[in-house]
């Protein structure tokens, strides 16, 4: 049958997406989920193409990040047990002895909203605003890069095709990357512990939060007993959360060095180009190798290498102070020092679904210099108490630096000094003032 005279270019890229969609092909879409991360299992892959065909008919651009929650909390729902009302009891009662002896050891303030227990699907609600606004440059960069690839790729005699079709595109585009990041922040819910236990502040200012049947699962292996755990877990939470509250620009600094960085990403078009060249759409393990260990993803620029500096050393500040004061809040604990450890290494490794949204942005959020700023923390508050370290939290101005925590005697030095310590600049300036004031002409 000929083709419909009427039609418009854009109305046959779409059909024959759709076409390629609905299965009419030798085309496997498992093998699509597999190459685009997510598990071959039948609902998911029934679900991704249905959502792929959406995205051809949607008259939005870009990426439906409404997808992503819908993907997360699917994952989260279908492992989520109930917690039952004595061990939710229990969680409450630990985190009103973890405020008391956190009151012990900080002078910041407690939280004024009550710490919340939350589901693994609770969890994904409350968090994916923040993984949305983390992931967005990087989900942006990717369509642009599909379009990019496209509209040289086509042949010349497609261009009035190819006219029409960038939304279309951008949109199944975006579609995989919102499934991927649900796929990411779903298996997330199922291992993080507390809304601070990847570092960055996900939940809303003044919330702390632990997930029940997380706290369990972390407790099941380490042969300790299980109140201790709960209370630990609580006390690292509540002093997370208290940091955040007490230093109001820390929360969007945090933020806005990790948004600096993802926007400085690129997609490697010659990269995506070549995999297009050479894809078989039979064996895609090419283009999921390419995905799933951020080979599009370029080398790091020296300003995102910079970036990134910064901010390992903010997050292992934030975790190295969080360690101290729990360490001390928490000395009552006989276990204390065993749950500490277990927390560090958890922290330093990272679980799958943060190895798997380093490669999804480029991006690891691990304080790789825990150890070093922890002690760093402890040799401030042995020479000045708890009031002289949480002091440093007040502006980011006078916050430790990286060279602080490779000489912490130095810092300490500074702080204990009983006259400021003078640099080279304080002395030019006296310099400056003391000549200006021998050239000035005596009065009569």
Known sequence: MADDPRKEPE?????????????NSEFDPGKLAGAAGLPNDPALVAQMMSQLQSALNSSADGVNWDLAVQQAEHIATRSSVVSLPAERS???????????????????SELTATPKLLSRTEWVAASMPV????????ATSIANALTEVLAEQAPEEMNGMMAGASRMMRNLGGTLFAMQLGQVVGQLSTEVVSGGDVGIPLLDDQ??????QNVAAFGSGLDIPTEEVRLYL????????????????L???????????????????MRLEELAADFDPSNPEELRNALSSGA????KTPIQQAALARLE?????IDGWVDVVTARATSRLPRAAAIAETVRRRRATGGPAESAFATLVGLELRPRRLREAAAMWQQVTDATGDTGRDDLWAHPDILPTADDIDDPAALVARLTASEPVRDDIDQAIEDLLSDNGEDRPKED
């Open 251 to 269: 929360r969007m600094h945090v933020l806005s060095s990790v948004t600096e960085f993802a926007r400085g990403i690129h997609i490697d078009t």
């Open 296 to 299: 599009l993803i370029p080398p």
């Open 131 to 138: 993984w949305t606004q983390l992931t967005e440059p990087v």
């Open 90 to 108: 229990q969680l409450e009662q630990a985190f009103h002895v973890a405020s008391l002896w956190l009151d012990e050891v900080t002078e910041i």
């Open 207 to 212: 919330h702390a939060a632990l997930i029940p």
């Open 313 to 317: 050393t903010m997050l292992a500040l």
């Open 11 to 23: 109305d046959e890229f779409r059909d024959m997406l759709r076409e390629f969609l609905s299965g």
């Open 234 to 249: 609580a006390v690292r939470e509540l002093a997370h959360a208290r940091l955040f509250r007490h230093a109001k620009w």
